[in-house]
C-alpha cells in the first residue's frame, strides 16, 4: 500500500494518526474529493478553525492603536529608515511579509540591512491575542488555505512590510567583508518602506534572460551575497539536501495537482540572508546569556555508518576523509541514484528542536555541539518569520536589550522557559497537516491512473517494504511487501495504482540501477 490516508471503506491510519474515511467508488471530482478530505483533516487534526471574536476585536484594535501609533504610549523609539530602497522578495502572491531586504556595497564588502516585521509593536505579553498565538504558534498552509498564526487585519495589512506603506520593523544591519563573513551586527527598531514586492521568479529570470541596465540592483548584489555565504557555509560543514519540492499546485481552473520542484538559486540565496540572520541572533544571545536557540543534534556515528553503506550501494564516490556534509554537497539529484541517496540522507537532519536559557534564572546557555543547529553547522536562533512562527517574537525582543545593553524584560523572560514546548506542539501540527495533506492529493492523483503502469525509483528499503518516487504524478508512495530485501537504493519498478489510490509491484524488479548500472548481486 503507499501512503495510508486511503479513500476507501476501510479505516486507515495517515503518518498524521488522522482517521480519513471515503467510499471506494466515489463519485465525486478528484478537486472536490481532495477538498472534502481536506475539510476532514481539519476536523481530525484539531486544526485551528476561526479566530475567536475577542481575539479579532483585540487584533482590530492593535491594527489601529499598535504599531507606529502606539510607540509613543509605549515608550518605543524608532529610526526613520524610510529612505532606504528596501524590496520584499517572496513566493507569488504572498501577503504575510515578514522581511524585506537591502544590499549595498560597503568599501570590498557589503552592508545588509534586512527589517523584519515589528510583531511585538502590535501584540503584547499576555491576553486574548498574545494566548490564541501561542495556542497556533505557527502559521498552517494547506493547498485549500492557510491557517494563520495572526488575524489577517495584522499578518496580511497592519503588520505586513507592504509596498509602499510605512511600518514599523526591526531592522537588522550586518556589515560583511569582501568573502562574506561578518564583521559587525546592529539590531534596532525602525519604521521603513518597502518599494516593491518581488517574487523569486521573476526575480530569477531578471538575473536570467534580463537587461543587467533594467534588473533590479537588489538581485545582482544578493546573488553575490549569496553565493559567497553559500562558500562560508561549505567551509563550516553545513549541510543542505539537494531535493527537489514536491508541490501541491492548484491551478488557474481550480485544479489540484502535484508536481516536483527544484528551488531557484535566487530561493536560497535569499534563505542565505536569513539563516545570516538567525545565526547573528544567536551568537548574541548566547554571549549574554539568555534567549532561545534553533538546535539539530549531530547524527550519531550508526546512523553515519549506514549511510555510508548506502553511498556503496547506490555508486555514490565518499572518499575515506571526506565528510557527510562533502558528499551531500557533491550530489546532483537530475540521477536518479543520487537523488535516492539525498533522501536516505535526510536521516542525518533528525531531532530539531528549541533550546531556551537565562542565566539570571540558573540556566545556562548549551555549549559545543549542544548549541548548534548541525545542518548549519554553527549556533541558530529563529528571528526572520514572526508574522508566521510564535519564538521569533520574543527572540528578537531579546537581542534588542541585548545590543541595546538592556534588562531583557520580565514577561519576556518567563516567555522562554515554555516556548520550546509550546513550539515543538506547534510543529508537530504543522508536520501532521503537511503530511495528511500530501498523503490524502497523492491516493486520489493516484486513484486516476488506475491499472496504468507507472515508472518509480527505489529511495527506501525496510523490512516491510518500499519507498519509491513515481516521476508522473509525482508521488512519494510506498509499497509493502515481503520480498523487500530483494530491492536495492536506485532501482527502477513499475508500479500500478488501485482505485483507493494504493500502489502494487506490476512487473518484475529490473536488474539495473535507474542510471543503468547493474545492480550487484
Given at each position: 500500500?503507499?501512503?495510508?490516508?486511503?479513500?476507501?471503506?476501510?479505516?486507515?491510519?495517515?503518518?498524521?494518526?488522522?482517521?480519513?474515511?471515503?467510499?471506494?467508488?466515489?463519485?465525486?471530482?478528484?478537486?472536490?474529493?481532495?477538498?472534502?478530505?481536506?475539510?476532514?483533516?481539519?476536523?481530525?487534526?484539531?486544526?485551528?478553525?476561526?479566530?475567536?471574536?475577542?481575539?479579532?476585536?483585540?487584533?482590530?484594535?492593535?491594527?489601529?492603536?499598535?504599531?507606529?501609533?502606539?510607540?509613543?504610549?509605549?515608550?518605543?523609539?524608532?529610526?526613520?529608515?524610510?529612505?532606504?530602497?528596501?524590496?520584499?522578495?517572496?513566493?507569488?502572491?504572498?501577503?504575510?511579509?515578514?522581511?524585506?531586504?537591502?544590499?549595498?556595497?560597503?568599501?570590498?564588502?557589503?552592508?545588509?540591512?534586512?527589517?523584519?516585521?515589528?510583531?511585538?509593536?502590535?501584540?503584547?505579553?499576555?491576553?486574548p491575542l498574545d494566548d490564541e498565538c501561542r495556542a497556533r504558534g505557527v502559521t498552517i498552509y494547506l493547498p485549500d488555505g492557510r491557517i494563520p498564526l495572526h488575524p489577517p487585519v495584522l499578518s496580511e495589512h497592519a503588520a505586513s512590510l507592504r509596498a509602499g506603506e510605512d511600518r514599523p520593523a526591526l531592522v537588522w544591519q550586518l556589515d560583511l567583508d569582501a568573502d562574506g563573513s561578518v564583521d559587525e551586527v546592529v539590531l534596532e527598531r525602525a519604521v521603513v518602506r518597502s518599494r516593491a514586492e518581488l517574487d523569486y521568479p521573476s526575480l530569477q529570470r531578471s538575473l536570467d534572460d534580463g537587461d543587467p541596465a533594467t534588473r533590479p540592483e537588489v538581485a545582482t548584489l544578493l546573488a553575490e551575497v549569496g553565493r559567497l555565504r553559500q562558500?562560508?557555509?561549505?567551509?563550516?560543514?553545513?549541510?543542505?539536501?539537494?531535493?527537489?519540492?514536491?508541490?501541491?499546485?492548484?491551478?488557474?481552473?481550480?485544479?489540484?495537482?502535484?508536481?516536483?520542484?527544484?528551488?531557484?538559486?535566487?530561493?536560497?540565496?535569499?534563505?542565505?540572508?536569513?539563516?545570516?540572520?538567525?545565526?547573528?541572533?544567536?551568537?548574541?544571545m548566547v554571549d549574554d546569556g539568555v534567549g532561545v536557540l534553533r538546535t539539530l543534534p549531530p547524527p550519531d556515528?550508526?546512523?553515519?555508518?549506514?549511510?555510508?553503506?548506502?553511498?556503496?550501494?547506490?555508486?555514490?564516490?565518499?572518499?575515506?576523509?571526506?565528510?557527510?556534509?562533502?558528499?551531500?554537497?557533491?550530489?546532483?539529484?537530475?540521477?536518479?541514484?543520487?537523488?535516492?541517496?539525498?533522501?536516505?540522507?535526510?536521516?542525518?537532519?533528525?531531532?530539531?528542536?528549541?533550546?531556551?536559557?537565562?542565566?539570571?534564572?540558573?540556566?545556562?546557555?548549551?555549549?559545543?555541539?549542544?548549541?548548534?543547529?548541525?545542518?548549519?553547522?554553527?549556533?541558530?536562533?529563529?528571528?526572520?518569520?514572526?508574522?508566521?512562527?510564535l519564538v521569533?517574537?520574543?527572540?528578537?525582543?531579546?537581542?534588542?536589550?541585548?545590543?541595546?545593553?538592556?534588562?531583557?524584560?520580565?514577561?519576556?523572560?518567563?516567555?522562554?522557559?515554555?516556548?520550546?514546548?509550546l513550539m515543538a506542539s506547534a510543529r508537530r501540527r504543522e508536520s501532521q497537516a503537511d503530511s495528511g495533506a500530501r498523503d490524502l492529493v497523492e491516493q486520489v492523483i493516484l486513484s486516476g491512473h488506475v491499472g496504468q503502469p507507472l515508472d518509480a525509483v527505489v529511495v527506501g528499503v525496510d523490512r516491510h517494504g518500499l519507498r519509491l518516487q513515481v516521476r508522473d504524478p509525482a508521488v512519494l508512495g510506498r509499497v509493502d511487501t515481503a520480498t523487500a530485501a530483494s530491492f536495492h537504493l536506485g532501482q527502477e519498478v513499475v508500479v500500478t495504482a488501485d482505485d483507493a489510490g494504493s500502489l502494487e509491484l506490476s512487473a518484475p524488479p529490473s536488474d539495473r540501477h535507474a542510471d543503468g548500472r547493474e545492480v550487484e548481486a
Open positions: 500500500m503507499s501512503r495510508t490516508l486511503a479513500l476507501s471503506r476501510t479505516l486507515a491510519l495517515s503518518r498524521t494518526g488522522a482517521v480519513i474515511t471515503a467510499p471506494v467508488r466515489d463519485e465525486a471530482s478528484p478537486d472536490e474529493r481532495i477538498r472534502r478530505g481536506l475539510r476532514q483533516l481539519r476536523e481530525e487534526l484539531a486544526l485551528p478553525r476561526e479566530f475567536p471574536d475577542e481575539v479579532l476585536a483585540a487584533a482590530e484594535l492593535a491594527a489601529h492603536a499598535g504599531g507606529l501609533a502606539g510607540d509613543a504610549a509605549a515608550g518605543r523609539r524608532r529610526r526613520d529608515l524610510t529612505g532606504i530602497d528596501f524590496v520584499t522578495i517572496d513566493p507569488p502572491g504572498s501577503t504575510d511579509l515578514d522581511q524585506a531586504v537591502h544590499i549595498e556595497r560597503r568599501g570590498q564588502g557589503f552592508r545588509v540591512r534586512y527589517a523584519i516585521a515589528d510583531v511585538a509593536a502590535f501584540v503584547g505579553v499576555g491576553g562558500d562560508r557555509a561549505a567551509e563550516r560543514g553545513a549541510v543542505s539536501l539537494p531535493l527537489p519540492d514536491q508541490e501541491v499546485v492548484i491551478g488557474a481552473d481550480g485544479h489540484i495537482g502535484l508536481t516536483f520542484r527544484a528551488p531557484l538559486p535566487v530561493e536560497d540565496w535569499n534563505a542565505q540572508i536569513s539563516l545570516m540572520t538567525g545565526m547573528a541572533a544567536a551568537r548574541i556515528g550508526h546512523t553515519v555508518a549506514e549511510l555510508r553503506a548506502d553511498a556503496a550501494a547506490l555508486g555514490v564516490d565518499w572518499g575515506p576523509e571526506d565528510s557527510y556534509a562533502d558528499v551531500i554537497r557533491s550530489l546532483d539529484p537530475a540521477f536518479p541514484d543520487q537523488a535516492a541517496f539525498a533522501t536516505q540522507a535526510a536521516r542525518l537532519l533528525r531531532g530539531s528542536g528549541y533550546a531556551a536559557f537565562d542565566r539570571r534564572a540558573g540556566i545556562a546557555p548549551p555549549e559545543g555541539s549542544d548549541a548548534e543547529h548541525s545542518a548549519l553547522a554553527a549556533p541558530y536562533a529563529h528571528v526572520t518569520a514572526p508574522l508566521r512562527r521569533d517574537r520574543f527572540a528578537n525582543e531579546v537581542v534588542l536589550a541585548c545590543c541595546a545593553g538592556a534588562e531583557v524584560a520580565d514577561d519576556v523572560r518567563a516567555a522562554l522557559a515554555v516556548l520550546p514546548e
